[in-house]
């Protein structure tokens, strides 16, 4: 089996967020202790695998992610990036249709490699701020808000865009709050930046000490902005150390989310599946 590292959310190598890509043979899924143990040995972000469900194009592919530690319910990132091989190695065009645990997803290849995904849009809830979020973070939050069970994490408000990038938490008090991960996110400070929000994602519950880019967050960070902002399209700007943008449009119970992506590795794995 072929395996490939694809940066997600970026036009340029050794940008954005980095996924692993594995493209299955045959019609079903290994066992579940070998996908961990490959996630585990690529160690990113999260690593996918996908094979076909059917013989026909619109038959689609069932798609699955696991983070270092665990599986999960839904991942921006790692989809654009197989929809990318998928698109870049011939297996699929145009839009491509994907069965996972969050859903029936899509990918919608665009002009200059850009790719679209239809997600469905985060259920956002305002809650009172945890009593442990301003310690585990070192800031005081705006606001805060439940993302809803597909998504599962804290949506947090910072006064401005520099608290979000000088941001430097305690991980393992992150990773006792009880969710997923934890969005932090501001208004950007100028409107001419070419982004309208900023954001950081941490997530030490599912061995994700901070993700580069995160397109799962945008689809509660869609309409959390969307609402404060008076526009259903907007750019996220994530500033991890990698950084990456990613383009919202809100479609009420859809978020779409539009980036780029370039295969930076080519190899083959040689352990067979289990």
């Known amino acids: 089996m072929r395996i490939r590292i694809v940066d997600a959310f970026t036009d340029r190598p050794f940008a954005g967020n980095p996924a692993g890509v594995v493209l299955l043979d045959g019609d079903g899924f290994p066992g579940a202790a070998w996908l961990q143990q490959v996630a585990a040995e690529v160690n990113l972000a999260e690593t996918a695998f996908a094979h076909r469900l059917g013989p026909g194009a619109d038959d689609g592919w069932a798609l699955r992610w696991f983070t270092p530690a665990t599986e999960?319910?839904?991942c921006g990132h790692a989809t654009l990036a197989t929809a990318h091989v998928l698109h870049t190695t011939g297996?699929?065009?145009g839009t491509v249709r994907f069965t996972t645990r969050g859903g029936?997803?899509?990918a919608a290849a665009g002009d200059g490699?850009?790719?679209t995904l239809d997600f469905p849009t985060a259920p956002l809830t305002a809650v009172e701020v945890p009593p442990g979020v301003p310690d585990a973070?070192?800031?005081?939050p705006l606001s805060a808000h439940d993302t809803g069970p597909v998504v599962g994490d804290l949506l947090v408000e910072l006064p401005d865009e520099r608290s979000?990038?000088?941001l430097a938490p305690d991980l393992r008090a992150v990773a006792r709050l009880g969710h997923r991960g934890v969005i932090v996110t501001a208004r950007a400070e100028d409107?001419?930046?070419g982004y309208d929000f900023v954001s950081r994602f941490f997530g030490p519950a599912v061995g994700i000490d901070e993700d580069p880019v995160t397109g799962s967050a945008h689809t509660a960070l869609a309409p959390f902005w969307s609402a404060r902002l008076g526009r259903d399209e907007l750019t996220g700007f994530q500033a991890s150390a990698r950084t990456g943008?990613?383009?919202t449009a809100l479609r009420g119970e859809r978020t779409l989310l539009s980036g780029g992506a370039v295969t930076v590795i080519d190899g083959e794995l040689l352990t067979p599946a289990g």
């Open 91 to 93: 297996a699929a065009a």
């Open 245 to 247: 943008l990613v383009r």
């Open 72 to 74: 999960v319910g839904l």
């Open 137 to 140: 973070l070192g800031a005081r």
């Open 113 to 115: 490699g850009l790719i």
């Open 191 to 193: 409107p001419a930046s």
């Open 164 to 166: 979000v990038r000088d």
């Open 104 to 106: 029936v997803l899509t």
